[in-house]
């Protein structure tokens, strides 16, 4: 049974750039949430997918933007990255919108990103 | 809005000593509380959680918390740690049981020594 995986593992990116991030949820999962983990920081919320809509999102910037596939992966894109966006960028799924009360959040890895 | 505080950035113990990390929440009429754990290159993993019922909740490997509403904490402990209970461990709580919002503290390194 695979769990969440993310991809890349790592990236290093230039100030300015844009990044994509991938997400594959658990197998019968179909919300994906993405958060973000500062170092030394608790993951904060960024937004997250269901029926390929986003349906709730944290105090994050435009620049942040995400999609959902029919299949329910997901992707997070960065634009015009900041060093401040250096972090470790976490994946979660649960089955059902809102469901954490019911399905635990299962989290992948992440994918630590880097901005020089 | 919601807000965690874990007061320890930091807990050294020895292996088979007792162990308590502490989590406090901001007040709110209705509260889920989390502890997860995230082991050294790896996701977070959920730890335990209380959502309503008994206030005291207990995971497969020895941990317990404690819901304490009269002093908003929600604080982790167990009686002998082993080695492989080396981990950051986060707290974290939803005021919306229909959300995967949560709200994450800062964390606590526990770090068991021989």
């Known amino acids: 049974d695979a769990g969440v995986t993310q991809s890349p593992t790592h990236l290093i990116k230039t100030r300015g750039q844009q990044v994509t991030l991938r997400c594959s949820p658990k197998?019968?999962?179909?919300?994906v949430s993405w958060y973000q983990q500062a170092l030394g920081q608790g993951p904060q919320f960024i937004f997250q997918?269901?029926?390929?809509?986003?349906?709730q999102r944290g105090n994050f910037p435009d620049r942040f933007s995400g999609h959902q596939f029919p299949n329910y992966s997901s992707e997070l894109n960065v634009n015009a990255l900041l060093l401040g966006d250096s972090a470790l960028y976490l994946c979660?799924?649960?089955?059902?919108?809102?469901?954490?009360?019911?399905?635990?959040?299962?989290f992948g890895n992440g994918t630590r990103l880097t901005v020089t | 809005a919601q807000s965690v505080t874990q007061l320890d950035s930091q807990v050294p113990v020895f292996e088979e000593a007792p162990v308590e990390l502490r989590c406090n929440y901001s007040?709110?009429?209705?509260?889920?509380l989390f502890w997860y754990v995230q082991y050294p290159n790896q996701g977070l993993q959920l730890l335990l959680k209380?959502?309503?019922?008994?206030?005291l909740v207990e995971s497969i490997n020895g941990f317990e918390a404690e819901f304490n509403k009269s002093q908003t904490s929600f604080h982790l402990r167990k009686p002998s740690v082993h080695i492989s209970d080396t981990a950051e461990y986060f707290c974290?709580?939803?005021?919306?049981?229909?959300?995967?919002?949560?709200?994450f503290g800062t964390g606590t390194r526990l770090q068991v020594f021989p």
């Open positions: 979660a799924s649960s089955l059902g919108h809102g469901s954490s009360y019911n399905s635990p959040l299962h």
């Open positions: 197998s019968g999962h179909d919300t």
């Open positions: 997918y269901y029926e390929e809509e986003e349906r």
């Open positions: 007040s709110s009429v209705s509260v889920y």
């Open positions: 209380y959502l309503s019922g008994s206030t």
């Open positions: 974290a709580v939803s005021d919306d049981r229909n959300t995967d919002k949560l709200i």
